[in-house]
């Protein structure tokens, strides 16, 4: 099979504030031959997530910043068309980390086969991928709910928010998601079983949550940062649990914002913790059995906002950072042949 | 015996901002005799402590607020002159929780008999006592110190943060303090063994602080909030630990005031856990035997800062949370036998 080249887009240069449009190139590589052990992919889906702003910002963080020229990074999901590693040949369907591009050379080792008859193969980007894994092991291993308690999510209908509610749910406590849009809160609602959903962008939110959670506030699963953090600190209850997720309120500020007074954390006896999903890979086997156990039940709803073309990645990766997507983000690069 | 009566401070009114001695009121009231069950004691020491400030502000927090009129809360170390309690006689030594007052009848139940020959009996009142316990509980259950690690205290040279330090290096981490005069740095690093301590008044806190941590960060006891937060916050190592004891920078605070940006704790995966050590008395006896242990081991040491006459706690009081007071803070409010 002759050499393949890879449509790719690439960093122009470190954004500034909210990213723009220019500061991506879209690019045609040509790539190598897979070596031993190695396989070549054509891209499916690529999964956009808040994350990525940080890995292009090029400040310090827990991972390599990508740098100008560099592809930009991400989970996809790929099939095989040429095969150098054991136990993967062509046709093969894969979830991988080629990045936002069409065609990736990677090494066998670090991919892992998918069961489309097991669950849909987008899937493994959101529901009972990262995302999911993020709302599964932030949850129940530092926010711990109980039966009765209240579980507030911010980005409520996200792909992270989505699964903490209705994880939430499925442990017996009361679920409130916070929200941006109006139907945001209603699908939460009525689609995902919520028990309450507070739109951030209308009213009073500090009155609107404090009426949503007449008990307080036991685990927050903190998305967002900024106002509505500081809106939760009142409402905490005595040994409230904070798994701390993300803050993509601030991931644009071009200089740093100031957190919330943390006074109600001392007399409350609050617990904050920062964690980073792939701490928790050992968690793995019992995140895949259980949400996918709950997913097959439909007791784990999703709701995928998928785009078709490599090209609007810029666009649409944008469009996260402002709250436009409407469900679990994905690009469709190419065409999938299980639907 | 013939009723006796007290000497007690009252509150005259909820401070704002930082107490003025016009918010407090010296008078003198009678006392009812012991009943059955009770004791009349005298006052040896009173302990001033920073959370006090929460009590006397008429704002929710952990406990009761005291109100005009009534005496201010106040651990304190006394003699019985009465007794119809069980186990206490007159001439015994007692841990109790009287208040700002020359003479209180309270329940025998609440007090603890002290032997004068295990230690100095003011001692119950400081490393021996809460400030002891909350800087044992802090650091090792909360912040959780390893041989090797970066301690870092602030309000070093007072009752908590002076065990906090002390305790870390008995453990084998590195302990940096944090305070706020020359006299009291030279103190924690000479006499108590301290690594390193920075005066957080003169020139650059974080620049400092970073020469003193060359490691960086990993355990954090907080004791002051604000600025000093937000230098020790750029430090931070992956998956450090803040005990969060107190925020006394804010606590005469008129508005809420900002707390430091919350991103390092999420790319750090750091965990920070507000905590009352009220909450945590089942470890009482492991606390006392270690740190009992210690000091007369000479490997726990404490510096007193004793202010004679009750009339003057006001004025130490608001010295206090100046950061005026040099060691833990004890007003003597009548003769101590044993000294």
Redesign the interface.
């Known amino acids: 099979m002759p050499t393949t080249t890879s449509r790719q887009i690439v960093l122009r240069r470190h954004p500034v504030g909210m990213p723009a449009p220019g500061d991506f190139d879209l690019v045609e590589s040509p790539l190598p031959s897979p070596k031993d052990g190695e396989v070549l992919c054509r891209t499916i889906y690529l999964s956009l997530d808040p994350y990525m702003r940080?890995r292009i910002s090029g400040a310090r963080?827990?991972a390599q910043p990508v740098e100008p020229g560099q592809v930009i990074v991400g989970a996809t999901v790929g099939q095989v068309l040429e095969s150098r590693a054991a136990g993967l040949a062509p046709g093969d369907i894969v979830l991988g980390y080629d990045g936002w591009q069409s065609h990736a050379v990677a090494k066998g080792a670090g991919l892992r086969k998918l069961d489309p008859k097991q669950a849909p193969i987008s899937t493994a980007l959101g529901v009972l991928g990262m995302p999911g894994m993020t709302a599964y092991v932030g949850l129940l291993d530092i926010g711990q709910p109980r039966a009765g308690e209240t579980v507030v999510v911010s980005a409520a209908s996200g792909a992270v928010g989505s699964a903490v509610g209705q994880i939430a749910k499925i442990k017996g406590a009361r679920a409130v998601g916070i929200a941006g849009a109006r139907d945001k809160c209603d699908y939460v609602v009525r689609e995902l079983g919520f028990d309450a959903c507070v739109n951030y962008k209308t009213g009073d939110l500090a009155a609107t949550l404090r009426a949503a959670c007449p008990g307080g506030i036991d685990v927050y699963f903190e998305n967002v940062?900024g106002d509505v953090?500081r809106a939760v600190m009142t409402l905490l209850n005595?040994n409230a649990r904070i798994p701390?997720?993300?803050?993509i309120s601030?991931y644009n500020a071009t200089e740093?914002?100031?957190?919330?007074?943390?006074?109600p954390?001392?007399?409350?006896?609050?617990?904050?913790?920062?964690?980073?999903v792939s701490?928790h890979l050992a968690r793995m086997g019992e995140f895949l059995k259980d949400c996918g156990g709950w997913v097959r039940e439909g007791r784990l709803k999703y709701r995928e906002d998928i785009v078709t073309g490599l090209d609007r990645a810029p666009e649409a990766f944008i469009g996260l950072l402002q709250g436009k997507n409407f469900g679990k983000l994905l690009v469709r690069v190419g065409e999938d042949p299980t639907r």
Chains 1, 2 share one sequence.
Do not use: A, H
Request: aromatic residues 10%.
């Open positions: 940080g963080s827990y940062g953090l005595q701390l997720c993300g803050l601030e740093s914002t100031p957190g919330p007074n943390l006074r954390l001392l007399f409350n006896r609050v617990l904050i913790k920062g964690f980073i701490d």
